[in-house]
Every structure is written in structure tokens, then in C-alpha cells.
């Protein structure tokens, strides 16, 4: 039982968004409550979101962070809503406030909108569901998923077609985790749930959560110049399009597309492609300043190395731009990513200075599936 004596209140100072909720009285120490509480930042400038609690007595005067969210949580503005149940257990009994404390990194950001909805206040559940649940990466058979467990291993897992309940689809049992999905179909879209095991009990299910596994490992050698109708231009400030099996975790604000770009700029970027001199290649392009998220990323399609004995790739770059702070290169073997190479700032001091070519081992995934 609750009880409200107080309106919402908003405080605003500086770049810093305070939403506080009315005091919350507990009757009765009935045992622990939890706060749950979905939290959605669908845009792009914000810094940081704080959840805090304080007492109400005139004798307290700190507040206490029970949650610390950092930069963009939420891909794009369709993106589900992200789930957070946060233990009160510390103040059974008391009366308190709770607050949300939001920031944004640029004084002149509109694109830092959080929103929040579904609050509550109520008894813990004995077995907390497992919260943050998502996935790590995928490859054309595999996927490997990850949550903030609330009970102990092992957990439950159902995962199917696209659309299942549930009840429905296979069940396994995840004794880690992160659990990798096995036996998977290629360019296929699944629904997966999760659910955790306490002394005695389980949790409800979370889910569903959907995601679509890699095409089929192209063979290698491999060799990509974009030049093929698979890599289209886009029209003034539209993305182009990449090839499938190609992707890329954003076309908003800053990204990469087919190039060259159709409104160049003298002060950053190649005057031609290494190639040819009259072809394509991929390029980072800003569309908007005020939206523009801090990296651009293009992935490959996952590229079997089995057939080689010393495998290695071999990319040409360049980078001419006082802006740009850096590239790097990645590599997904199925579990996670791991940088095998980087340059740092600009390398080049004109459009027309030469491309440079980088030439890295992957010996450490011979006979391996990557991307």
C-alpha cells in the first residue's frame, strides 16, 4: 500500500531535467518493494539519466542514485521501451521521494528527449525477471544473448518463428551468460524469451525479443570494391543502400553510405575512389549536426576463413577531414567484438592526397566464422 501527498514537480537548471514523483508512503513494512519503471531515450543528445531516492524528513537532505543510465539507449523512436525494476529494499517502512535526473551534452540539442511511463511502486516479486535483455550478435546459425540476471543460473530460455508466445517455440536451458543460440537458420527472424530461477521459484518470462540471423558465410577469398548496382548512391542528403547481407546500425544523423556523396565537400573526403578514379566506395556522411550520433559503422556479411592458411584483410582508407576523430576495425567471431586495428585523427591533408592501404593478420581466427 502507497499512499501520494505531494504533485509531480519538474525543477530545470542549466541543461539538467528533473522529474520528482509525489511522496511515496509505505503503511505498512510488509518487506521489500521495487520500483519498475520503463525508461525510453528515443533521441540522441543526451548525456546521462539518474534515478534517485531520498526520506522525507527535514534531517535528510542527500539523495541516493539507485539506477545511472548513460548516452542513447534506445535505437530509434519504434524501438521497444527498456524495462528497469529497482530494489527499495533500503527503505522499508519510510517515506520517500524519488526523482529522475536527466542531461544532455549540447547546450543547443533538441535531440534529447527521454520519456517515461508505467511507473510503480509495489511488492518485489520473490524472483526478480531478469532486466536489460538483448542481443550481443548473431551469425547465420547462432545468437548470442545476454541480460542482468535477478535470481541465479540456470535460466530458461524459448525462443521461435517470429511471433510465438511464450509457451511456445524450444526451450533450453541457459547455464551462462552470456548463452549462445545454436542450430539456428540463416536470414531468419526469431522471437526469444527469457526467464530466471530462484531457491524455490522463477520469475515471469521477459520478452519477446526479436532478431534476424546473419545470411549464409560468404566464401572467402573475398573481395568487395562497391562498384555493383548492390551499392546505390542516395539522392542530396537520402542514404544510399548497401548491398545485402551488408549493414550498418544507423541512416540518421551520421553514418556510412555509397559515395561519392552528392553534395561534396573540398575540406573532407577523397576527390575519387582508389579503385578506378570513377568508382565507388563507402563514405561517413552528416546529415544533420544537431543529430549527428558519435560514430558510423558499416558491417560485413559473415566471411568464412576456413579455406585460408594464413588469413589476413586488406582494406585502403582515408580519412581528410580536421573533425574526424578516428577509425577502427572490428572483428565478431560470435561471442563479441574486438579491435584489431585503428588509426587515430585525420590522415590525409587534401582530397587529393593518396589513399593508404592497411594490412591486418587474422590469424587468431583461422577457421572461424567473422564478421
Same mark, same amino acid.
Given at each position: 500500500?502507497?499512499?501520494?501527498?505531494?504533485?509531480?514537480?519538474?525543477?530545470?537548471?542549466?541543461?539538467?531535467?528533473?522529474?520528482?514523483?509525489?511522496?511515496?508512503?509505505?503503511?505498512?513494512?510488509?518487506?521489500?518493494?521495487?520500483?519498475?519503471?520503463?525508461?525510453?531515450?528515443?533521441?540522441?543528445?543526451?548525456?546521462?539519466?539518474?534515478?534517485?531516492?531520498?526520506?522525507?524528513?527535514?534531517?535528510?537532505?542527500?539523495?541516493?542514485?539507485?539506477?545511472?543510465?548513460?548516452?542513447?539507449?534506445?535505437?530509434?523512436?519504434? /524501438? /521497444?521501451?527498456?524495462?528497469?525494476?529497482?530494489?527499495?529494499?533500503?527503505?522499508?517502512?519510510?517515506?520517500?521521494?524519488?526523482?529522475?535526473?536527466?542531461?544532455?551534452?549540447?547546450?543547443?540539442?533538441?535531440?534529447?528527449?527521454?520519456?517515461?511511463? @508505467?511507473?510503480?511502486?509495489?511488492?518485489?516479486?520473490?524472483?526478480?525477471? $531478469?532486466?536489460?535483455?538483448?542481443?550481443?550478435?548473431?551469425?547465420?546459425?547462432?545468437?548470442?544473448?545476454?541480460?542482468?540476471?535477478?535470481?541465479?543460473?540456470?535460466?530458461?530460455?524459448?525462443?521461435?518463428?517470429?511471433?510465438?508466445?511464450?509457451?511456445?517455440?524450444?526451450?533450453?536451458?541457459?547455464?551462462?551468460? $552470456?548463452?549462445?543460440?545454436?542450430?539456428?537458420?540463416?536470414?531468419?527472424?526469431?522471437?526469444?524469451?527469457?526467464?530466471?530461477?530462484?531457491?524455490?521459484?522463477?520469475?515471469?518470462?521477459?520478452?519477446?525479443?526479436?532478431?534476424?540471423?546473419?545470411?549464409?558465410?560468404?566464401?572467402?577469398?573475398?573481395?568487395?570494391?562497391?562498384?555493383?548496382?548492390?551499392?546505390?548512391?542516395?539522392?542530396?542528403?537520402?542514404?544510399?543502400?548497401?548491398? $545485402?547481407?551488408?549493414?550498418?546500425?544507423?541512416?540518421?544523423?551520421?553514418?556510412?553510405?555509397?559515395?561519392?556523396?552528392?553534395?561534396?565537400?573540398?575540406?573532407?573526403?577523397?576527390?575519387?575512389?582508389?579503385?578506378?578514379?570513377?568508382?565507388?566506395?563507402?563514405?561517413?556522411?552528416?546529415?544533420?549536426?544537431?543529430?549527428?550520433?558519435?560514430?558510423? @559503422?558499416?558491417?560485413?556479411?559473415?566471411?568464412?576463413?576456413?579455406?585460408?592458411?594464413? $588469413?589476413?584483410?586488406?582494406?585502403?582508407?582515408?580519412?581528410?577531414?580536421?573533425?574526424?576523430?578516428?577509425?577502427?576495425?572490428?572483428?565478431?567471431?560470435?561471442?563479441?567484438?574486438?579491435?584489431?586495428?585503428?588509426?587515430?585523427?585525420?590522415?590525409?591533408?587534401?582530397?587529393?592526397?593518396?589513399?593508404?592501404?592497411?594490412?591486418?593478420?587474422?590469424?587468431?581466427?583461422?577457421?572461424?566464422?567473422?564478421?
Amino acid at each position: 500500500m502507497f499512499g501520494t501527498v505531494a504533485a509531480p514537480t519538474i525543477i530545470r537548471f542549466g541543461r539538467r531535467f528533473l522529474r520528482q514523483l509525489p511522496c511515496v508512503e509505505w503503511c505498512k513494512p510488509l518487506g521489500p518493494r521495487i520500483l519498475t519503471t520503463e525508461v525510453s531515450f528515443v533521441l540522441l543528445h543526451s548525456t546521462n539519466l539518474e534515478v534517485q531516492v531520498k526520506e522525507t524528513k527535514a534531517s535528510v537532505t542527500s539523495w541516493t542514485t539507485v539506477l545511472m543510465l548513460s548516452g542513447q539507449q534506445s535505437a530509434s523512436q519504434s /524501438a /521497444a521501451w527498456s524495462e528497469y525494476n529497482i530494489p527499495l529494499s533500503a527503505w522499508i517502512g519510510d517515506t520517500v521521494f524519488v526523482r529522475f535526473v536527466a542531461g544532455r551534452n549540447n547546450q543547443t540539442s533538441t535531440y534529447a528527449q527521454w520519456s517515461l511511463d @508505467d511507473i510503480s511502486v509495489k511488492q518485489a516479486p520473490p524472483c526478480p525477471k $531478469p532486466q536489460q535483455f538483448g542481443v550481443v550478435g548473431t551469425t547465420s546459425n547462432t545468437a548470442t544473448l545476454a541480460w542482468a540476471a535477478g535470481g541465479s543460473a540456470p535460466w530458461v530460455v524459448r525462443y521461435g518463428v517470429l511471433g510465438i508466445p511464450p509457451t511456445g517455440g524450444t526451450r533450453v536451458v541457459a547455464n551462462s551468460n $552470456p548463452f549462445v543460440l545454436t542450430g539456428l537458420n540463416p536470414s531468419t527472424t526469431y522471437s526469444v524469451y527469457v526467464k530466471d530461477s530462484c531457491a524455490g521459484s522463477v520469475s515471469q518470462w521477459v520478452g519477446p525479443l526479436q532478431f534476424t540471423t546473419d545470411c549464409a558465410p560468404s566464401a572467402t577469398p573475398f573481395y568487395e570494391d562497391f562498384d555493383g548496382t548492390d551499392f546505390a548512391v542516395g539522392v542530396g542528403v537520402t542514404p544510399g543502400t548497401v548491398a $545485402p547481407c551488408w549493414s550498418r546500425s544507423t541512416v540518421q544523423g551520421y553514418y556510412m553510405t555509397p559515395g561519392p556523396q552528392g553534395f561534396p565537400n573540398s575540406l573532407t573526403g577523397p576527390s575519387a575512389d582508389h579503385t578506378s578514379g570513377i568508382g565507388k566506395y563507402l563514405v561517413s556522411v552528416v546529415t544533420s549536426t544537431l543529430g549527428a550520433t558519435n560514430f558510423a @559503422d558499416v558491417v560485413t556479411p559473415a566471411l568464412s576463413t576456413v579455406p585460408l592458411d594464413t $588469413p589476413e584483410v586488406t582494406f585502403w582508407y582515408h580519412m581528410y577531414g580536421a573533425d574526424i576523430t578516428g577509425l577502427s576495425l572490428e572483428v565478431y567471431d560470435g561471442l563479441q567484438w574486438s579491435q584489431v586495428w585503428s588509426a587515430t585523427g585525420q590522415q590525409q591533408n587534401a582530397n587529393s592526397d593518396p589513399w593508404l592501404k592497411a594490412i591486418v593478420s587474422l590469424a587468431a581466427y583461422q577457421d572461424d566464422t567473422i564478421k
